[in-house]
């Protein structure tokens, strides 16, 4: 737990770890990951899009979760929920600039308090 207090608590890598999960939701929805048609296409098997783009939105919800633990704004994971609720709907997904202005105020704001938490105290020294 100490290294990923570690790693999120510096602004920096809270920034690129959200934006490798954030490109993928924008490159996905291309190849159908969040269709209705895609359902159809696998004879209602789950496509494998689906779950990348299910796996990424749920990482960025972590990972805000967990960044704003650290800067003390429990709220942020709210952002990316919001953003990936826009993005799996089926009639709000034709709004797209809705979860990029959800992602960019997560990141903001996520980085906005860049603490850079200092590393916990060695107990064993």
């Not at 999960?21 to 789950?46: D, K, Q, R």
């Not at 429990?74 to 202005?101: K, Q």
């Not at 990141?107 to 603490?115: E, P, Q, T």
Request: proline share 8%.
């Amino acid at each position: 737990m100490d290294e990923l207090r570690r790693l999120m608590g510096k602004g920096n890598n809270f920034l690129w770890l959200y934006l490798a999960l954030m490109v993928p939701t924008y490159i996905l929805p291309y190849m159908g990951s969040n269709s209705l048609l895609a359902g159809v296409a696998t004879f209602g098997a789950t496509a494998p899009q689906f779950l990348v783009h299910l796996v990424c939105l749920i990482a960025l919800c972590v990972f805000a979760h967990l960044r704003g633990k650290i800067i003390d704004k429990t709220w942020l994971v709210a952002l990316p929920i919001a953003a990936g609720v826009f993005d799996m709907t089926p009639i709000l997904n034709w709004i797209p600039l809705v979860p990029t202005a959800l992602h960019v105020a997560a990141l903001v704001i996520g980085m906005k308090d860049d603490a850079d938490i200092p590393p916990p105290e060695d107990t064993f020294s």
